[in-house]
């Protein structure tokens, strides 16, 4: 069965940086379009970014030139770099396949923006 386990988050001051990793079993990321999602306290869970080689990716805008998200299909592991965070970043931050039916979510990884 598909598992995710994510991790990489933490407390960060605004303008910090961090870097998630996702590390997923059970299947091969590289037959998918994998992504990142996150989801704030009472917000829906919402699409960040995604990948489906080194040339194509996609953004919110919300993360545009902050976030970058990479792949390593031999280690089976999805990773975000994010920078410049700012408290709106604040939320659980998932990786799954960027399409439904998703995979089965992981626990996530909590990232809190504050100073």
């Known amino acids: 069965q598909a598992q995710f386990v994510e991790s990489g988050g933490g407390l960060v001051q605004p303008g910090g940086s961090l870097t998630l990793s996702c590390v997923a079993s059970g299947f091969g990321i590289s037959n998918y379009v994998m992504a990142w999602f996150r989801q704030a306290p009472g917000k829906q869970r919402e699409l960040l970014a995604s990948?489906?080689?080194?040339?194509?990716?996609n953004y919110n805008d919300s993360v545009k030139g902050r976030f970058t998200i990479s792949r390593d299909n031999a280690k089976n592991t999805l990773t975000l770099q994010m920078n410049n965070l700012k408290p709106e970043d604040t939320a659980v931050y998932y990786c799954n396949r960027r399409f439904s039916p998703y995979f089965p979510w992981g626990q996530g990884t909590q990232v809190t923006v504050s100073s």
């Open positions: 990948m489906v080689d080194g040339d194509r990716t």
